[in-house]
């Protein structure tokens, strides 16, 4: 059996803010948004977040999706705001904003805004 959300909210020491709670209780297995858009699934949440040290780097955010390309979409566990960051410079000061919550960005299909 595999991990569950509340796993997850123990790993991170902290509940995960809605609407991406509820999406990623739904979601087991990691969703391909498009043709490069990674959305992680309880199976492998963990795994990607500490591969990448996003707790070292980006306190208080949480990797929920990757685009294939080197750039991570980050969540703030505070505000449920959405970033894209490169991998190679996971700090705040690189943020590029995504959407203002989870719902907001699944509803435009988890499309990413150009760079």
């Not at 990674?38 to 990448?52: A, H, I, M, Q």
């Not at 703030?76 to 590029?96: N, P, Q, W």
Request: glycine share 10%.
């Amino acid at each position: 059996m595999g991990a569950t959300v509340e796993d997850i909210e123990t790993w991170l020491g902290r509940p995960l803010p809605e609407p991406y709670r509820s999406f990623l209780a739904a979601t087991p297995r990691h969703y391909l948004a498009g043709d490069q858009t990674l959305v992680y699934g309880l199976d492998n949440l963990v795994v990607r977040n500490e591969t990448y040290r996003s707790r070292d780097h980006c306190p208080g955010h949480l990797m929920v999706a990757d685009d294939s390309g080197g750039s991570a979409v980050v969540l703030s566990l505070a505000s449920g705001i959405l970033h894209r960051v490169g991998m190679g410079a996971m700090t705040e000061d690189c943020f590029k904003p995504v959407a203002r919550d989870f719902a907001e960005w699944a509803s435009r299909g988890f499309a990413l805004p150009d760079e």
